[in-house]
T-cell receptor, first 113, second 113 residues
Framework: GQSLEQPSEVTAVEGAIVQINCTYQTSGFYGLSWYQQHDGGAPTFLSY????GLEETGRFSSFLSRSDSYGYLLLQELQMKDSASYFCAVRSDSGAGSYQLTFGKGTKLSVIP | KAGVTQTPRYLIKTRGQQVTLSCSPI?????VSWYQQTPGQGLQFLFE???????NKGNFPGRFSGRQFSNSRSEMNVSTLELGDSALYLC????????????FGQGTRLTVV
């Protein structure tokens, strides 16, 4: 089966940096995605890592280590609007050329002044 | 272009009834996936359709079913509703089944009483 672990809650100060970790166990691993969801909103795509290393997109960066089955999302220069839930998701091969996206339970980030 | 549209946005049903939820993907997208989201459980995968064929199915009972039409619109049906089926049901679309980014709709909030 597939399993993902991420912290349930994180609190950080406005302007600071926060890292949200994600560890996973899966077969047929292809890549790790991150999604953001504000209360009452739809999940929105942030990043995808298929290879080891760091991917940077503005204030957000995502890292993957395939050998450690580990990744993280790094948010810099935190803003109040970054308060949301963040989900890591593993994209894996489910056989016959099809893929499945399995989500973690999410990390609720609260940014405080 | 228009995003993913889910209807209805809110629904209240009684135990034992059945319900049908609808999802219209982004124009041109052929892959539609359904997820159930409950507090503390993250997004749990229900099934994925691509070109009218179910390619993947999650670990949900047979009361949960779905289909996809030739225009890529998708419906999911839940029969013999139980209180535990109360959740936010999210639909996500992508152009191809192998796409790394999924676009989510706002979801249908189902309450079973």
């Amino acid at each position: 089966g597939q399993s993902l672990e991420q912290p349930s809650e994180v609190t950080a100060v406005e302007g600071a940096i926060v890292q949200i970790n994600c560890t996973y166990q899966t077969s047929g691993f292809y890549g790790l995605s991150w999604y953001q969801q504000h209360d009452g909103g739809a999940p929105t795509f942030l990043s995808y890592n298929a290879l080891d290393g760091l991917e940077e997109t503005g204030r957000f960066s995502s890292f993957l280590s395939r050998s450690d089955s580990y990744g993280y999302l790094l948010l810099q220069e935190l803003q109040m609007k970054d308060s949301a839930s963040y989900f890591c998701a593993v994209r894996s091969d489910s056989g016959a050329g099809s893929y499945q996206l399995t989500f973690g339970k999410g990390t609720k980030l609260s940014v405080i002044p | 272009k228009a995003g993913v549209t889910q209807t209805p946005r809110y629904l209240i049903k009684t135990r034992g009834q059945q319900v049908t939820l609808s999802c219209s993907p982004i124009s041109g997208h052929r892959s539609v996936s359904w997820y159930q989201q409950t507090p503390g459980q993250g997004l749990q995968f229900l099934f994925e359709y691509f070109s009218e064929t179910q390619r993947n199915k999650g670990n949900f009972p047979g009361r949960f079913s779905g289909r996809q039409f030739s225009n890529s619109r998708s419906e999911m049906n839940v029969s013999t509703l139980e209180l535990g089926d109360s959740a936010l049901y999210l639909c996500a679309s992508s152009f191809g089944a192998a796409d790394t980014e999924a676009f989510f709709g706002q979801g249908t909030r189902l309450t079973v009483v």
